[in-house]
């Protein structure tokens, strides 16, 4: 039986500042310098256009609308919610297949709200046993990366996903998954966690 991943956090304080103007000797120069940030992104893309995600936050459930949890077949998966959830607030779903195995397949989205966004992750991302760029999800900046479980080398062979979607520069929202042998996406967990993300990011657009 596969159980809930274990959300982790880092925590990077960060300052922007912004580049005057020169003059030079004898003449006024009124032409400004670009605007530049001092904020390290440690190689992270920045977001550029950041979602307002307060009101999902008190409401980290609302993420998934109906016809979204059908599309992705979790009608029957219970749910719940988790506002003091390691990292931020959390919505998990929780199916368990039938017999012979009874095994259990999580999802979770979470606002990682105690985290740096994207720049967090990729601070960290030689900590983890797996870590993959991705194409933007909706038009953000995404990443997979995580630990695995014991004796697992890829998250296919875990049947194991995290991927990290940056909405703004300082937040990110995580969607993990954890398949049980049972599951029909067992063999593609990070496909899995995106189509969640991308629905995740669908409705976060459209509330923002």
Avoid at 23 to 28: I, Y
Avoid at 75 to 102: H, L, N, R, S
Wanted: aromatic share 6%; with cysteine.
């Amino acid at each position: 039986m596969r159980h809930k991943l274990a959300l982790t956090s880092a925590a990077l304080s960060a300052v922007a500042l912004l580049a005057g103007c020169g003059s030079g000797a004898g003449t006024t120069d009124t032409s400004e310098q670009p605007a530049t940030s001092s904020v390290n992104m440690h190689g992270a893309p920045e977001v550029q256009n950041p979602l307002d995600t307060e009101a999902f936050q008190q409401k980290p459930c609302s993420v998934l609308e109906s016809d979204q949890i059908n599309a992705l077949d979790m009608q029957q998966w219970e749910v719940e919610q988790e506002m003091d959830a390691v990292g931020g607030p959390k919505c998990g779903w929780t199916y368990m297949g039938g017999p012979p195995d009874y095994t259990v397949s999580n999802t979770g989205v979470t606002f990682m709200a105690k985290g740096t966004g994207l720049k967090g992750v990729y601070q960290r991302k030689d900590a983890f046993e797996y870590f993959r760029e991705l194409k933007p999800v909706e038009g953000f900046p995404a990443v997979a990366g995580a630990s695995l479980a014991p004796q697992t080398s890829t998250p296919e062979e875990a049947g194991e996903c995290d991927i990290h979607v940056g909405v703004t520069d300082d937040l990110a929202v995580t969607t993990q998954v954890s398949l049980g042998e049972g599951s029909p996406y067992a063999g593609d967990p990070c496909g899995r966690a995106r189509d969640v993300a991308t629905e995740v990011v669908k409705t976060l657009k459209a509330g923002a």
